[in-house]
Structures are given as structure tokens and as C-alpha cells.
């Protein structure tokens, strides 16, 4: 747990804690589980330990079956060949928070990060996002980057350079945001032009094979090069279902 008094006005003193949890959250952990010594991937170690789940309040349990698929989305992710992942799956894997936790590592870690999120329905997609932003509203202040806009935008997630209309800051011209991560998330609409010819670092087309009357497959292809450019593989796809039946999609 958290030490118990830790605010942003006295971490100074917190200072070994907090970059001990950038240090796990950057390498992962090992535990020992029943006398054998197991691997966390960074993802897993945030969603185990401060990625709070929207549908319970609470956060993951260990299951040896989920640390498998954490450790086949780190060879997507190191592979420089891989655009991502094809993930078929029975209900309940875990499939779908176990991608929100490596957009949420992402895109409060890397600078100029993109990411999108597409399912079945628009409705599906939206509550896959506020999943996603139901972690970063509660993730201890020293992860949360600084937010450009609202943190409970409903719509998207930019973390970045706040705006600032007030004389003073006219005055200094102070318009650079280096110092911020200028990254973002968001979700679109089940269509089959969305994020058409859009630059994404990360991408979730969550029950893709459950899109009805609309080709998973054309969309995939505006998708995929954006994700590959000059040969070089710039982005990741995690993309899951479980099956429908033929006649529905």
C-alpha cells in the first residue's frame, strides 16, 4: 500500500517509495510464487498494483493464465517485425483491461503518443475508453502526467500544455510544450473509415469479429499503414474477440 500520508506537498520525503514504483513500473517484478520464482511485465505490475478496474472498484488478482498473455503482448511489443496481435479468446480472459493497462503505461510514459480505440458498437467503444480513464483518474498523483483539458472528458485523454489565456502568460510568450507529453487517447465511432490515414501508436480494435454488416477487414486495412511506414513498424495493434456465430459477423 501506498504509505499513508503521502501527498505532492511533502514527497520529498516519500522519495525512495515513489522511485522505487517508477522502477517497477519501468522493469516489471519478480515474486516468488510457491517457492518458484515468477516474472510481472511492467503492464502487469501497473494493473496488479494502481490500474483500478471501473467494473469493481478494485484491482486485478494474480492468474498465472493472464501473466501468459501479458508476456505474449511484451514479445509483440519488443518484436520490431510485429504490427501486434490477433487475439481469439473465450469470455472473461482479461484480454480487454489487460491492453488499457499497456495504454495507460504508454501514453503516461512516452511523449507524443497516439492511441485509438474502436468495438462492436459505439457504445462498446466508449466504455472501453472510460475504462481507461476511469485508471488514470485514479492513479496516485505521481504517475498522472499533466492533463491539457479535463481528466473526465468523456471523449479523450490529452495529457499536455494546460491552457493558459491569462496576460502574464501572453506577456512571457511562453507557447513551448516540451516540457509535457503531448499524447493522447481516444475512441471513434464502428465505421469503417475511422482512424483512416491517422498516425496511432497503439491501437485497440476490441470484438472485432463482431462488427455486423460492416467489414473488420477494410478497416483493418486503412489501419495497418498507418502503422507501418518506409518498411519500419511504428505502431502496435491489440486486437480480440470472441467469436460470433458465421451468420452474425
Known sequence: EMPKGLTPDNEEVYTDYILQ???RRREGLW??????????????????QWNQ????????????AQANMYYFAKACLVDYRSVGMFFTKGRRTGFTEMVL?????????VKNFKAGITSKTND??????????????NLPFFFQPVVKGKIDDTKK??????????KASKK?????????????VDFRATAILSYDSVKLN???????????????????????????QGGKVVGKAFIGSTLNPLKRG
Open 21 to 23: 514504483e517508477f522502477r
Open 31 to 48: 515474486f516468488m510464487n510457491n517457492g518458484k520464482a515468477v516474472y510481472i511485465t511492467p503492464e502487469h505490475y501497473m494493473g496488479l
Open 53 to 64: 478496474m471501473a467494473d469493481t472498484g478494485g484491482y486485478k488478482d494474480f492468474r498465472m
Open 101 to 109: 493497462d499497456h495504454l495507460v503505461q504508454a501514453s503516461t510514459s
Open 124 to 137: 462498446d467503444a466508449e466504455v472501453a475508453y472510460l475504462k481507461y480513464s476511469y485508471v488514470i483518474q
Open 157 to 166: 485523454m490529452v495529457f499536455g500544455k494546460p491552457s493558459d489565456n491569462s
Open 172 to 184: 512571457n510568450r511562453d507557447s513551448s510544450t516540451n516540457d509535457y507529453l503531448n499524447s493522447m
Open 202 to 228: 497503439m491501437y485497440l480494435g476490441d470484438e472485432a469479429s463482431k462488427w455486423e454488416h460492416l467489414s473488420y477487414i477494410s478497416h483493418w486495412n486503412n489501419i495497418k499503414p498507418t502503422m507501418v
